[in-house]
Structure formats: C-alpha cells, structure tokens
C-alpha cells in the first residue's frame, strides 16, 4: 500500500503562519479592537478590508476548522435544537452552534463582528445566513449584489462590473465610518499589488502538477495553500509563502518526487472535502496510488489558474471581476463542465472522482448529469461518492471504500487492457 511521504517545509510554515493569523483574531476578541469583518471566501473583497487594516474573519474556515478537529457534531446539533433543519447546510449550523458557545473554538477566540459582510455569488444561503448572524450580533450588514455571469462568453459585463464598483464605493463609505479614517488609496494599491503576485505564484504551483509525477496533491495538499490563499490573501506574509511554496514544490518537480512513491492514478477531484474525516478519505485514494493533479474546489476562492490577476492601477474593478467572473460559485454549471474537461485534458488525468455533499446545493446539485456528460459522453471514467463536508453523520467508511475499490480496480483493468 502507497503511504504519503510528503509533509515540507511548506506545511510547517503554513501552520505558523494560520496560527498567527488565529493569534490576531483572539487578541481581537480579547482586547476587542481591531475592527472584525465577517466574510465569505467566495467572491471577497478582502483587499479592501485590508485596507483599512479591519481583521478579516471566515465563518467558513472557522467550520471547516471545526470539521478537521472532529468538534463540529456538538455545535451542528445546537444549531438544530435551535430550530435549524437538518437539511440546513452543515457550515451554517457548525458557525451558528460555535456563536451560540461563546464564540471560543479549541483554535482561536473569534472577535465579535463590527461589519457582516455578505456577498451573493451563487450561494443563495450565504444571504440567509449572514442575516442570522447580523440579527444575533446586532452588526451591520452590507450585501454585495453579484449578478451571475450570463450568456455563453462567460465574460462579466462592463454594465456589471460598473453595478459592482458602485457597491463597493458604498462599502468603502462605511467602513470609513467604522474605522474612522479615509481610504488610503497606496496602500490599497501596494495590497492589490501583493495579491497580483501571489496570484502569479498561485497559478504557477497549480501548473506544476501537470508533470509527472505531480509533486503535490492538487486536492488534499491544495488545502494547505488555500489557508494562506484566502485568510492572508494581500498581505506580505501571504506573499512570502507562496514564493516559498513555489520554490519547494519546483524543487521536488526537478527531484522527480510526487506525494507517494509510485503515482499509479491522476484523478481530478470535484467538490469538498469531508472535513472530519479528511485523512481517512485521502488513505482510500492513496491506497491505489491515486493523486489529485486537479480539483474544482482549491477554486472556490477564485480561478487564478485561468488568468485572473488583481490589477493595482484599476483596484476597484479587478476586485469586482474577481467577484463576478473569475469565481467557480458564480459559474454556471457548463462553465464548470469546461474547466473540469480542461482538467482532464490538460493536466493528463486518467479519471474525474466527485464527491458530492449532501450540505451544499451549490456544488453537488447536477453532480448526477455531470456523471454523465463525462462517463458516457467524454469516454471519462467518473465515479460518483456521496457523504457530507461537516456532518460527521453523513460518512460511511465501508460504503466509501467499497466504491473507490470497486472503480480503481476497474480503471486498472482498463489500463492493463490498454496496455
Ligand atoms: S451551501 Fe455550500 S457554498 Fe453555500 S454556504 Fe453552504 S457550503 Fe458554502
């Protein structure tokens, strides 16, 4: 059986750097200074709340945190004896719990918010739930309208990057009023900056899987780059790993060195991890010496891979074309078909695993016809898993493996009947 045999310089840096981060959050909580936003990882502006040097704070990573360190059942099912279905995504329950404890998580104290920050870029309950917490916290909320991308282009329209650019003027009033000073505009201009290269960084350690072998997991490893990515995302820090990532995983690529001895599988990956369950998934796939040389979900933040850069000298509207263009949850599911096909086709996968959960109506509704187009229409050997990102309840061990099984051992006759 494969082991993975990688964990790098990389992933005690980002601990450091995520601890760090959780650090600032509890002496925020603690001292109750440092302006809290509450956002949300799809379609952020998060270089603008740097801006004011308000502390950016992700109700998602929080459950996500929760969901590793298997704490999140307690909390989904205080949210349910509130009164919040069981169909509920289990994110939202896992935040609503940790709020009604005291806001304290075995990994950080987390400040109360001074703004909601909510954003609509295709999660229709990202609105829901960012109201719950405003009406609970008594925070004001601003929602950013993102009108989904329409029409076969797949382009934003310059009539909506200008509706977005409006909204965020609007945003930038407020949080004027509640940080008390003006928008420094060098310095949301050296911000923006640091995201452009990180984004650079980004797009070039996600290529890097093309080769064989894929130095790291685009799936499970990509999760450790996505900390970094999205909580420090346009700071100098966050910048500062990614060259180190880079210059690591380039390293390993000129080594020959893949995260299992012998790579037998390029898979690409469709839709979130199990979180509490996360290393006893990846041993189901390494055990066939399957790696993730993509995965649609390290672009739930944002498609750098596929050109986006933010843009210093047009700060506010390379922000809004990050929000309305460049950003998986604001797609429509063609457009997600593309990527996913470009995946296969570019990055020499050998099959496309989905993981559907039962949480999120965003990522697994259609997940049916996608097995399909790409099975029978593509020729594109597709299996289809279903348990849950956060609810624990949701996961069966032997029914998992006896499908995974069940495929590899059909893809490696495939192979040896090719052969
Ligand atoms: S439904 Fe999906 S995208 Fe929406 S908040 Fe829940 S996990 Fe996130």
């Known amino acids: 059986m ?28 603690e001292t109750g200074q440092g302006h809290a936003a509450w956002m949300l990882i799809s379609g952020n502006p998060v270089e603008l709340v740097r801006a004011f040097d308000m502390l950016p704070v992700y109700p998602e990573v929080n459950a996500l945190q929760l969901g590793v360190r298997r704490q999140s059942l307690p909390l989904i099912q205080k949210a349910e004896e509130l009164g919040y279905s069981i169909d509920n995504c289990a994110y939202v329950k896992a935040d609503i719990g940790l709020f009604f404890s005291g806001l ?14 909510c954003n609509y870029v295709g999660c229709g309950v990202y609105l829901q739930w960012f109201e719950h917490l405003a009406e609970y916290t008594g925070a004001p909320i601003f929602n950013l309208d993102i009108p989904t991308v329409r029409g076969p282009s797949g382009r934003a329209r310059p009539d909506d990057v200008r509706y977005v650019v409006g909204q965020l003027e609007e945003l930038i009033a407020l949080c004027e009023r509640i940080t008390g000073k003006p928008l420094d ?25 093309k080769f064989v072998p894929s130095p790291f997991d685009a799936y499970f490893d990509a999760v450790t780059l996505m900390g970094p990515l999205y909580c420090l995302r346009g700071t100098e820090d966050g910048l500062t790993f990614f060259r180190e990532a880079r210059s690591e995983l380039a390293e390993r690529v000129r080594q020959g060195l893949g995260p299992l001895p012998d790579e037998r599988f390029r898979i690409v990956m469709e839709g979130p991890p199990p979180w509490p369950y996360l290393r006893i998934f990846r041993d189901l796939f390494t055990k066939w010496g399957a ?10 933040g944002g498609l750098w891979e596929f050109g986006f850069r933010h843009d210093p000298d047009r700060p506010l509207e390379s922000i809004a074309e990050h929000m309305l263009e460049y950003n998986l949850t604001n797609r ?69 493996r006896n499908r995974i099984d069940a495929f590899f051992e059909a893809l490696e006759h495939r192979k040896l009947v090719k052969a």
């Open 291 to 300: 790696v993730a040389v993509a995965s649609t979900y390290s672009t739930v």
């Open 104 to 117: 304290k998580a075995p990994f950080a104290t987390i400040p109360r918010p001074e703004l909601i920050l």
């Open 185 to 209: 505009q060098a310095k949301l201009r050296q911000i923006l900056q640091w995201s452009k290269e990180t984004g650079d960084l980004w797009a070039e350690i996600k290529s890097l899987t």
């Open 332 to 400: 429509s599911f063609h457009q997600r078909y593309q990527q996913i096909r470009q995946y296969v086709e570019e990055w020499g996968a050998d099959a496309l695993v989905i993981h559907s959960v039962k949480s999120c109506r965003l990522f697994s509704a259609g997940q049916g016809d996608m097995r399909e187009y790409f099975s029978k229409e593509l020729g594109v050997p597709t299996l289809l898993i279903e348990s849950d990102l956060e609810d624990p309840r949701y996961f069966s061990e032997a029914q998992m």
């Open 2 to 29: 494969s082991t993975v045999r990688y964990q790098g310089r990389m992933h005690e840096f980002q601990k450091e750097l995520m601890g760090r981060y959780y650090a600032e959050l509890t002496r925020g909580a």
